[in-house]
């Protein structure tokens, strides 16, 4: 069983940065992905970035540019550094992992991950 921890996160005004972060513990696979979604009231959870231990990473169309995944293999932790936030990046943002083979095209789909954090508060306000 794999548990992730997420930490940072917090409230920032539009135009503003912030990261947060999410370490992985237990019995880690060596090749997995690590990912971040994020979730507000009375919308669906939606993928916006996630990485591959080996280097691969996919970012939603709605944060590219303004996001970035990294990661630390050593610590099986990843980051998710956001800059120029938006109202509309306002949501519970939740780090994910899985060490099955994913599809490229479903690399930011939540049925395709196998483990969840609990998530954190990402408020942005006007």
């Known amino acids: 069983q794999v548990q992730l921890e997420e930490s940072g996160g917090g409230s920032v005004e539009a135009g503003e940065s912030l990261s947060i972060s999410c370490a992985a513990s237990?019995?880690?696979?060596?090749?997995?992905?690590m990912g971040w979604f994020r979730q507000s009231p009375g919308k669906e959870r939606e993928g916006v970035a996630t990485?591959?231990?080996?280097?691969?990473?996919d970012y939603a169309d709605s944060v590219k540019g303004r996001f970035t995944i990294s990661k630390d293999n050593a610590k099986k932790s990843v980051f998710l550094q956001m800059k120029n936030l938006k109202p509309e990046d306002t949501g519970v943002y939740y780090c994910?992992?899985?060490?099955?083979?994913?599809?490229?095209?479903?690399?930011?789909?939540?049925?395709?991950?196998?483990?969840w954090g609990q998530g954190t508060q990402v408020t942005v306000s006007s």
């Open positions: 990485i591959y231990s080996g280097g691969s990473y």
């Open positions: 237990g019995h880690t696979a060596s090749n997995y992905w």
């Open positions: 994910a992992a899985t060490d099955d083979l994913i599809l490229s095209g479903e690399l930011l789909l939540p049925r395709a991950y196998k483990y």
